[in-house]
């Protein structure tokens, strides 16, 4: 053989200082294949990156909000005349007693600053307050009976129109069309602008607030729909976890290997995969008309999204305990502990890291679901906040995603934007948990 190849002439002998053909054809192919995963990557992240700029452009502004700044006299002649500041006799006033008080207010204001347009109209001067506003007050005044008599600085909410106009979406031109709104009132707007008497400021309401109905889009909140998840999350935390764990350990390690284990294996892969409104369907026949739980509840919706993650758990820590090194269990066992000791003193304790990690996903894959709360009535306009535990959990309530629903079926473009904000709070918890998974994976993340 060695003489044979010396026979070959030198120009054909095969050179590892020359790139045969083939060799460029493979190293074309890696180079292409290469090019194939920067494009897929660079693809999805120009996606997202797309997806965040619409949201954080449409939603940022859901955390400013125009305010009208008043000094406003609280007459006791008119809010109590006997002078006893009785609880029960104030909430006998109406918000019309409230608004009148902030119309006048209003009108000395703009008489003081010289602001006072000729010819416009007391109604359409006063249609730069919300009409939230009034119940704002009479709640400040509720909350503290004291102020009556005296003469108080009060932040109330401005138009959405208004509202709109100062963050760009309300014009010129589309109030000549806008029964809401005249042109007129948009130059009042922005002379009291120039005179420090209405501006935009950090929207705390938005937050704490609860929903507001679609006349005034400018007072809608998130303060409902933030508690009702974090009731539903609870709920989920406190059901899904350890009924997830102790059947994944049951089937990992007691269980017979049978036809009767595979069925059930494949079934909870099965479930995995049914599409989650099937679940919302199931809470609806099983919690609310047989078990007659009420609709709109954190609990009903804490149940039916518990169904929903637990195969996810499940599949999680199987994988968790499959992952530990097969010599912990034999050392374990050879040096004379018990089967039951071997999985709760070292095979859990080195799982707990994929467990928590499938644990707190699925916790954040049910907070964005939407479908199943549909179905068990929490789409429902709530404005009470619930109580707290454990009363609140079978309070009626709303949810991040079913608010985020909410808002965009209503007709003002206001509500866009709330819906954008809304989404901003959702993708923040989301992003929460992830980090928190991350960090409790590698914080008890054991390297052999």
Known sequence: ????????????????????????????????????????????????????????????????????????????????PT???????????????????????????????????????????????SKEAAAQLRNAVLANPEIIGRTISFEALANGRIDGFFKGRVTMESAKLDSNVSPEQLQLAQAMRDAGLIGLRFNWGFITAPDASELRPEAAGLGVAIIGSAYMMLVVLVLSLPIGVAASIYLEEFAAKNWFTDLIEVNIANLAAVPSIVFGILGLAVFINFAGLPQSSPLVGGLVLTLMTLPTIIIATRAALKAVPPSI??????????????????????????????????LAQALGETAPLLLIGMVAFVRDYPAAPPEGFLDPASALPVQVYNFTQRADPAFIERASGAIIVLLVFLLVMNILAIILRRRFERRW
């Open 329 to 362: 269990k034999d050392a374990a066992l050879g040096i004379g502990a018990s089967k039951t000791q071997t999985i709760f003193h070292h095979v859990l304790p080195l799982a707990m890291p994929g467990i928590l990690t499938g644990t707190i996903i699925g």
């Open 1 to 80: 053989m060695t003489a044979e190849a010396t026979n070959i002439p030198a120009a054909s002998r095969p050179s590892l200082y020359k790139t045969d053909p083939r060799t460029k054809r493979r190293n074309a192919a890696e180079k292409r294949f290469r090019l194939y995963g920067i494009a897929a990557v660079s693809f999805g992240v120009l996606a997202l990156v797309v997806l965040l700029s619409s949201v954080l452009g449409s939603g940022l502004s859901a955390f400013r909000q125009t305010f009208l700044t008043m000094q406003v006299p609280l007459d006791a002649a008119v809010l109590d």
């Open 83 to 129: 002078g006893n500041r009785n609880p029960a006799d104030l909430a006998k006033l109406t918000t019309i007693t409230y608004n009148k008080f902030l119309s006048d207010a209003l009108e000395a204001e703009l008489t003081e600053k010289g602001l006072m347009p000729e010819g416009m109209k007391s109604k359409e001067i006063n249609g730069l307050i």
